[in-house]
């Protein structure tokens, strides 16, 4: 049972300024496992933050391309969840809606949302590893990674790794977001990962009411101002409903 307190309410109700930051526990109910899942079958073995470093894919290059091809596959077999069609939903309530997710996956924009900052890249984008041109298509090497069409350097897919920069104008953008809304949801992140996890701090110096959606508490959950706890696919909807009386596909 969702209790969603009524001054919370009327907060969301006077909105016009919501500032959403997802992260991988919202693609968990579509069937994407988290970050800090245990990894299951044929990659049981290897940590994700092991897996997802420049010098990971300097080392075993061919490991680290096959791990993200298995991602690619496993996210194109699935759906956007009740929690993503929710954000769709949220983004058609108020004039100023912001989304900025840490996941590669994609399943935002599959499910129609519009304004969406993708602070760690996307799955599906690969670029090459030296001269950093979009390529979109390539011949498969078999024994290592493909290879740039221009400078022969191993493509890598399009998305952040550990020790790596983040965009720096997708990050201003973020943070100019955060820093001026009124309501801020941190949702399905375990919030432990920065820049991203600096962002509901960003908006708590500029005033906002920060919310957070997860079955577990976090390093976050001591600041914020409400915390609804349980799965994002349950907890949003119901919110969706009380406060907009909008109905979300499940
Ligand atoms: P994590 O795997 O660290 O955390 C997932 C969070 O989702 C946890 O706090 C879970 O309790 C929560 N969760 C699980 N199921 C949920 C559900 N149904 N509804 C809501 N919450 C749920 O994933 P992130 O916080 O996204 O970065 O990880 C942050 C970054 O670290 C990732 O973007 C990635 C990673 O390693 C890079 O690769 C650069």
Same mark, same amino acid.
């Given at each position: ?10 907060? @969301? /109700? ?5 500032? +959403? ?14 970050? *800090?899942?245990?990894?299951? =079958? @044929?990659?049981?073995?290897? $940590? ?10 300097? $080392? ?10 298995? *991602? $690619?596959?496993?996210?194109?077999? +699935?759906?956007?969840?009740? !929690? /993503?069609?929710? @954000? ?23 499910? =129609?949302?519009?304004? +969406?900052?993708?602070?760690? =890249? ?7 590893? *030296? ?20 400078? /022969? !350097? ?50 708590? *110096? ?25 799965? !994002? =696919?349950? +907890? @949003? ?14």
């Amino acid at each position: 049972m969702v209790n969603i307190p009524s001054p919370l309410l009327d907060t @969301l /109700h006077a909105a016009q300024r919501i500032t +959403v930051l997802t992260g991988a526990g919202i693609s968990a109910e579509s069937g994407v496992p988290t970050f *800090r899942d245990a990894q299951t =079958g @044929l990659w049981a073995r290897y $940590r994700p933050e092991e897996l997802a470093t420049p010098e990971a894919f300097q $080392r075993h290059p061919k490991l680290v391309w096959d791990w993200y091809a298995w *991602r $690619r596959e496993l996210v194109a077999g +699935v759906k956007p969840n009740a !929690a /993503h069609h929710a @954000l769709v939903k949220l983004e058609q309530q108020v004039p100023d809606f912001t989304l900025i997710t840490q996941n590669v996956d994609g399943l935002h924009r599959r499910a =129609g949302s519009g304004n +969406v900052l993708e602070l760690h =890249g996307e799955l599906f984008r690969t670029k090459c590893s *030296r001269c950093e041109r979009a390529v979109n298509c390539w011949q498969d090497g078999g024994e290592t990674p493909p290879v740039c069409g221009h400078c /022969h !350097a191993w493509l890598r897919p399009d998305v952040v790794w550990f020790g790596e920069m983040l965009p720096v104008t997708l990050l201003q953008k973020a943070e100019a977001a955060a820093a001026q809304c009124e309501v801020f949801f941190s949702i399905g992140t375990s919030s432990l990962v920065y820049p991203a996890a600096e962002l509901p701090f960003t908006a708590l *110096r500029g005033g906002a009411t920060v919310v957070e959606i997860n079955p577990q508490p976090t390093p976050l959950s001591d600041y914020v101002a409400y915390t609804l706890q349980g799965a !994002a =696919g349950k +907890v @949003l909807p119901v919110l969706l409903k009380a406060v907009w009386d909008s109905e979300v596909p499940q």
